[in-house]
């Protein structure tokens, strides 16, 4: 097994966080993991994204031209990435940012649209809609245990930031049961 | 009462200083003050670059060879990784005050627990005489040969008086060794500059007006009269002293 | 042991932890503040020293001061601040000063640009300061290695007296991986050098002028005979040279998207090893001869307009052919990029 995973958005989505944290996760599940963050005058704000690799042998290349899923939070990441994007592969995408009729020029790949910025609104949390794409991500890809990424979360979090656990926790299961009962439903049909 | 002995802290060696150049005395004050001060096993001597950087030839205590200018920078070091040690730096104006200006007065902000001597002559000595940080106005040197000119190369620089402003200088003076009368206080003044490290309370520091009849192509007692002239711009005196 | 998953800069500065490093001096630089950073929380706690310089000039020469003491010191930097620290390094290496350095180094030349880069391998392995002299010089592949490697610097450079240098860049620095902690066993070496008061024996003197006729020769084939004996040091990892008619070979952080690559051409069928230089000083001449004895080909990769590739050359004396893929700083290369290169050299070969 070899995920490769680019998550991308603006700079303060929280797009370096929830690589991290995917990392966290994998590593606690066993896996080999890297986690690389885009280096570069794109760090000050301006688009982001960092690339997480979760594998079950040891990882040679931390850097990935062609990923198997993608993360992609606003619309300028989702124009430069999916074209990216293995044939088949996932692309878990923001729909409170990117429209989803720009889905149809890729037919060959899986796409989630998930609201995750209104989800965490509703949780009173409107700056983690990264924590319910990453729910959405590990839901569909199952690469990872979701009771990893809960429990990981508590080695990401700085102390000072140790009050949002909760609220993290809370918007991750948010975006992972959106995406659970999404796959549901379209399984039915 | 007590008869004149030879310092222990100072080897056997003769120095191989020009005549009537002061470093002899300022060297033999120094080993006085650490052998008084009874810390010649706990010195630690940092030898910059420029005439008195053979100090380990003279002295029998541990000294380090350190870069041109970076003699402040390298006892901090020495200083902060064993702070038992009793740590000192000798050095010249142009080492001290040009290429080394950073070093000293960032040691001397951080209030750092050394000794400076700096040996100010005016010119930079080993060199040949060239211009230094400290030349005074129309002063010959072999790189200003019709005098420095103020238009071109500014005025000299007056480390004791910009170190007294320096919270984190203890003690800091300007001394000369041309007569006994100052001989005698400069030595003070290098006991003082000590106990501001052995006393944890600062940076110490004594500047050394230094007569070098070769670069000033004076002989040895003209030179030692010239001397006189730079207190003029260089006035002696304890700018700070909180020992 | 349950393993932390750290960046590679802080993984250099807990591998020096673990050497039992007392001292750190450094200067503000991207990309490698992570060690300064990480230093400056743990060194007091241990009882150690952090001071922060007001010049690279000033730090390496706190860390010159320090170590003239006997006690394990280091500073960090990146390229640019690695060039104004020259000059004192050719004083480390003559005043035979244990000191470690790390150099996450970035694009050059001048100002460049703060993405990963090998351009600093010359200056690290040729000594950037004036004189014949040469640091030891690491280079890490892995966060493991990285805090291994760190560790290990601090034994090598007491082990020679003789300053060691961990190379890395900032695509190493920046990326996380797993990190095991172990305690490592390090030997300790008689110290009968450093500066620590004269009490009970004469004074010691650490210097570098020599005017003496004859002194400075002496001086310079001592050294000299310190660089060779450290050859046993040399290390490389080589993978498939069975049957490899075409060697693959890149140190660093580059080494590991080479290495991909050359899994991608193996699992095709395509005869490749791979070499890695784990030391950079002394260079691991030994594998590069014998693969080029049994006519293996090499290419070298690198993250720069080609450097490691003379030290390549040099190994094989002209019994093979060498190649050269260079990508001067800007994008990282992809895995594909070299595969491609790989599959054009073994045809070109056949």
């Known amino acids: 097994m070899k995920f490769e995973v680019i998550l991308a958005g603006f700079g303060g989505q929280g797009i370096l966080f929830a690589g991290n944290l995917l990392a966290q996760a994998g590593m606690e599940a066993g896996l080999h993991v890297t986690f690389l963050p885009v280096y570069g005058p794109e760090m000050r704000g301006g688009t982001c994204n960092c690339t997480v690799v979760l594998s079950d042998r040891e990882i040679a290349s931390p850097v990935v031209t062609r990923p198997s899923a993608l993360l992609t939070m606003n619309r300028p990441s989702f124009e430069k990435f999916v074209p990216r994007l293995k044939h088949r592969g996932l692309a878990v995408v923001n729909r409170s940012l990117v429209p989803e009729a720009l889905a149809e020029g890729f037919p060959d790949r899986k796409f989630l649209f998930i609201p995750a910025d209104e989800l965490a609104e509703e949780e009173g949390f409107p700056g983690l809609g990264n924590m319910a794409a990453l729910g959405a991500l590990v839901a569909v890809s199952r690469v990872v245990p979701p009771e990893k990424v809960l429990s990981g979360l508590k080695a990401i979090l700085p102390p000072e930031r140790a009050h949002l656990l909760e609220p993290n926790r809370r918007v991750f299961r948010r975006g992972y049961e959106f995406a659970l009962k999404k796959a549901s439903t379209a399984s039915r049909r | 009462m007590k008869a004149f002995t030879f310092p222990q802290v100072l080897t056997d060696r003769s120095f191989h200083y020009c005549p009537g150049c002061h470093h002899g005395i300022a060297h033999r004050l120094l080993a006085e003050v650490l052998e008084e001060l009874g810390v010649q096993e706990r010195a630690y001597g940092v030898a910059s670059i420029g005439c008195a ?3 380990y030839y003279y002295f029998d205590v541990d000294i380090c060879e350190a870069p041109h200018g970076r003699a402040c920078a390298a006892a901090t070091g020495a200083k902060r990784a064993r702070p038992e040690l009793v740590v000192f730096t000798y ?29 100010n002559n005016t010119v930079y000595g080993m060199t040949g005489g060239q211009l230094s940080p400290t030349t005074l ?11 420095r000119d103020p238009r071109v190369y500014g005025y000299p620089l007056k480390v004791a008086e910009i170190l007294a402003g320096f919270p984190g200088v203890a003690f800091c003076a300007r001394v000369a ?7 005698r206080e400069a030595k003070e003044a290098l006991r003082k500059a000590f106990l501001a490290q052995i006393e944890n309370r600062g940076f110490g520091y004594v500047e050394f007006l230094s007569a070098c009849p070769v670069n000033w192509k004076l002989d040895a007692v003209r030179a030692a009269e010239k001397v006189n002239e730079l207190t003029e711009t260089f006035p002696l005196g304890v700018f700070r002293d909180e020992v | 042991m349950k393993p932390i998953l750290v960046k590679g800069s802080e993984a250099i500065a807990l591998g020096a932890l ?46 010159l001061g320090a170590a003239s003491t006997g006690v394990r010191a280091m500073t960090s930097s990146s390229s640019p601040g690695i060039s104004l620290m020259a000059e004192t390094f050719s004083y480390l290496a003559a005043l035979e000063l244990p000191a470690v350095v790390v150099n996450v180094s ?57 300053p060691a240098m961990i190379l890395t860049d900032a695509l190493l620095g920046q990326m996380k991986e797993p990190l095991r902690p172990r305690k490592l066993r390090l030997k300790k070496y008689p110290k009968d050098w450093a500066l620590t008061g004269a009490k009970g ?33 040399a290390r490389a990892k080589v993978l498939y040279a069975e049957d490899a008619e ?74 093979s052919e060498v190649e050269l893929q260079a990508f001067p700083p800007s994008d990282l290369p992809a895995p594909e990029d070299i595969y491609r290169r790989i599959k054009r050299c073994l045809a070109a070969g056949k």
């Open chain 3, 246 to 319: 075409l060697a693959v070979t890149a140190f660093g952080s580059l080494s590991r998207i080479v290495k991909e690559a050359v899994e991608m051409a193996r699992e095709k069928g395509y005869p490749v090893a791979f070499v890695r230089p784990v030391t950079l000083f002394p260079f691991p001449e030994k594998p590069f001869r014998e693969l080029a004895a049994r006519g293996v080909r090499f290419l070298v990769v690198e993250l720069n307009c080609g450097q490691m590739v003379e030290d390549v050359r040099l190994s094989v004396c002209g019994r």
């Open chain 2, 177 to 183: 060794v041309n007569t006994p009368k100052r001989v």
């Open chain 2, 53 to 55: 950087c053979f100090l």
């Open chain 2, 137 to 147: 106005p129309g002063q010959r040197t072999t790189t200003t040969p019709e005098g």
């Open chain 3, 201 to 233: 024996r004469p004074g010691r003197t650490l210097r570098s002028l020599y005017l003496g006729p004859g002194e400075l020769r002496a001086r310079n084939e001592l050294l000299q005979k310190k660089y060779r004996a450290m050859r046993r040091e």
């Open chain 3, 18 to 63: 673990e050497a039992g490093c007392r001292c750190y001096f450094g200067y503000p630089i991207t990309p490698q503040n992570e060690i300064p950073e990480l230093m400056a929380r743990e060194l007091p706690k241990r009882g150690g020293v952090f001071l922060q310089a007001e010049s690279e000039l000033a730090a390496v020469n706190m860390l």
């Open chain 2, 91 to 119: 050095q010249g104006d142009g080492d001290f005050a040009a290429i080394g200006l950073t070093e000293s007065l960032h040691a001397a902000a951080r209030g750092e627990r050394i000794t400076a001597i700096m040996i």
């Open chain 3, 106 to 162: 970035r694009g050059g030349p001048g100002l460049g640009g703060i993405e990963a880069s090998q351009g600093d391998y010359f200056q690290a392995t040729r000594g950037a300061g004036h004189g014949d002299y040469h640091f030891l010089v690491l280079s890490p592949a892995s966060i493991q290695e990285a805090y291994e490697l760190t560790a290990k610097a601090f034994e090598l450079a007491e082990k020679y007296r003789q």
